[in-house]
């Protein structure tokens, strides 16, 4: 059973075009994030919805422009695909309530590795 | 500004050499500091969640630890599965639950 799964995991275009990569959870969180993964490793935000609804958005270009039909969903669809933007994409899931308790931690699928040509 | 640094960068052991992995971090109010390891190809798979200074956690021959500057993760007698990277990251109060993270300890152990 998949927790937190992606689709595609290899996803390999050439500049200029327009590629989404799907992500979907079965643990019924409430929120949803898009991480990029750079060539040094590094795990950066890039956005959080809560409950479909956009609650971070971490100076990205607008040419990404996440999606979320429900709140098992998050796709992330890119414009205009350019060289940079060649990296690993994670999404991840965490549960939140407001009092009785908390549980914010953030599971992570198992990526998709973007190539732009 | 939020920061996360880890040391060191790369740490080579034999099996049941024990150590340390450092997660210094810089953040205004810490909601809770997490552990994670990621091997190659994978996503982060999550180890602990630390919440408070003196809080302690422990699973198999890891244990993590947790001051207000910086937080620890001790393996004791590694064995080579416990080779991956180990990335640590702060979530701040107020940041809408993102997670900072520091750029990891690839660890490597022979056996």
């Known amino acids: 059973d998949t927790a937190v799964s992606q689709t595609p995991k290899y996803l390999v275009t050439q500049m200029g075009n327009d590629k989404s990569i799907k992500c979907e959870q079965n643990?019924?969180?409430?929120?949803m994030y898009w991480y990029k993964q750079d060539s040094k490793k590094f795990l950066k935000i890039m956005f959080s919805?809560?409950?479909?609804?956009?609650?971070i958005n971490e100076t990205v270009p607008n040419r990404f422009s996440p999606k979320s039909p429900d709140k098992a969903h998050l796709n992330l669809h890119i414009n205009s695909l350019e060289l940079g933007d060649s990296a690993v994409y994670f999404c991840?899931?965490?549960?939140?309530?407001?009092?009785?308790?908390?549980?914010?931690?953030?599971?992570f699928g198992p990526g998709t590795r973007l190539t732009v040509l | 500004e939020d920061q996360v640094t880890q040391s060191p960068e790369a740490l080579r052991l034999q099996e049941g050499e024990s150590s340390s992995l450092n997660c210094s971090y810089t953040?205004?109010?810490?909601?809770?500091l997490f552990w994670y390891r990621q091997d190659p190809g994978k996503g982060p798979e999550f180890l602990f969640t630390?919440?408070?200074a003196g809080e302690e956690k422990e699973k198999e021959r890891l244990k993590a630890t947790l001051t207000k500057k910086e937080s620890f993760l001790h393996i004791t007698a590694p064995k080579p599965e416990d080779s991956a990277t180990y990335l640590c990251?702060?979530?701040?109060?107020?940041?809408?639950?993102?997670?900072?993270f520091g750029s990891g300890t690839r660890l490597l152990v022979r056996p």
């Open positions: 991840a899931s965490s549960a939140r309530w407001i009092g009785g308790g908390k549980e914010d931690t953030q599971y």
């Open positions: 643990l019924g969180h409430d929120t």
């Open positions: 919805y809560n409950n479909k609804e956009l609650i």
């Open positions: 953040v205004s109010g810490l909601r809770g």
């Open positions: 630390l919440y408070s």
């Open positions: 990251a702060v979530q701040a109060a107020g940041s809408s639950y993102k997670l900072i």
